[in-house]
T-cell receptor, first 111, second 120 residues
Framework: TQLLEQSPQFLSIQEGENLTVYCNSSSVFSSLQWYRQEPGEGPVLLVTVVTGGEVKKLKRLTFQFGDARKDSSLHITAAQPGDTGLYLCAVTYNQGGKLIFGQGTELSVKP | DTEVTQTPKHLVMGMTNKKSLKCEQHMGHRAMYWYKQKAKKPPELMFVYSYEKLSINESVPSRFSPECPNSSLLNLHLHALQPEDSALYLC???????????????????FGPGTRLLVL
């Protein structure tokens, strides 16, 4: 079983639509990270959420950490083709700084 | 400078070849990582170096051999690879502040652009 369940795994929408990506777990985490990865590039950190109930905004992206710190969501308002990419949630697990990723959400925004 | 560089960007090798992937960072980070990523899948951790010492090996086959010559450099030596080893190999680094009150390190990892490897 996956430590982080991410959904949906694929999403194809038109420019201007809104979308939400979910990252769920039965475990409690002290923090959670969201990355975006474009084809042929490494993942780039978008945000780290650390407090239960926390909401962070990054332009048209809104990130929320669940009150119980077991889940998180990423909401994109008025998606643009430049938002296309693989979105990954991740947590640090156990010792050694091991980063565990969700399965990823492949987002395609068509003009 | 928050850049992690990787060379080469692309690599094609035969199953009998020996090649090396290189990673470099100048952020003063003391933890460095190798990940393997298949298409449309999340990265999977292979190795972690902390203060130039190997701290995690995720049961990676011995045909992959990591090396950390100094705090800025990380290599991955490849020998006798299989076609199924074709993937994007990502390097990452983080500060490695160590344990805080027994909690796992939670530090931002900065990723390089990766080396796209094809094994024929």
């Amino acid at each position: 079983t996956q430590l982080l369940e991410q959904s949906p795994q694929f999403l194809s929408i038109q420019e201007g639509e809104n979308l939400t990506v979910y990252c769920n777990s039965s475990s409690v985490f002290s923090s959670l990270q969201w990355y975006r990865q474009e084809p042929g590039e490494g993942p780039v950190l978008l945000v780290t959420v650390v407090t239960g109930g926390e909401v962070k905004k990054l332009k048209r992206l809104t990130f929320q950490f669940g009150d119980a710190r077991k889940d998180s969501s990423l909401h994109i308002t008025a998606a643009q083709p430049g938002d296309t990419g693989l979105y990954l949630c991740a947590v640090t697990y156990n010792q050694g700084g091991k980063l565990i990723f969700g399965q990823g959400t492949e987002l395609s925004v068509k003009p | 400078d928050t850049e992690v560089t990787q060379t080469p960007k692309h690599l094609v090798m035969g199953m009998t070849n020996k090649k090396s992937l290189k990673c470099e960072q100048h952020m003063g980070h003391r933890a460095m990582y190798w990940y393997k990523q298949k298409a449309k899948k999340p990265p999977e951790l292979m190795f972690v170096y902390s203060y130039e010492k190997l701290s995690i090996n995720e049961s990676v086959p011995s045909r992959f051999s990591p090396e950390c010559p100094n705090s800025s450099l990380l290599n991955l030596h490849l020998h006798a690879l299989q076609p199924e080893d074709s993937a994007l190999y990502l390097c990452a680094s983080s500060q490695d502040k160590g344990w805080t009150s027994g909690r796992a390190k939670e530090e931002t990892q900065y990723f390089g652009p990766g080396t796209r490897l094809l094994v024929l």
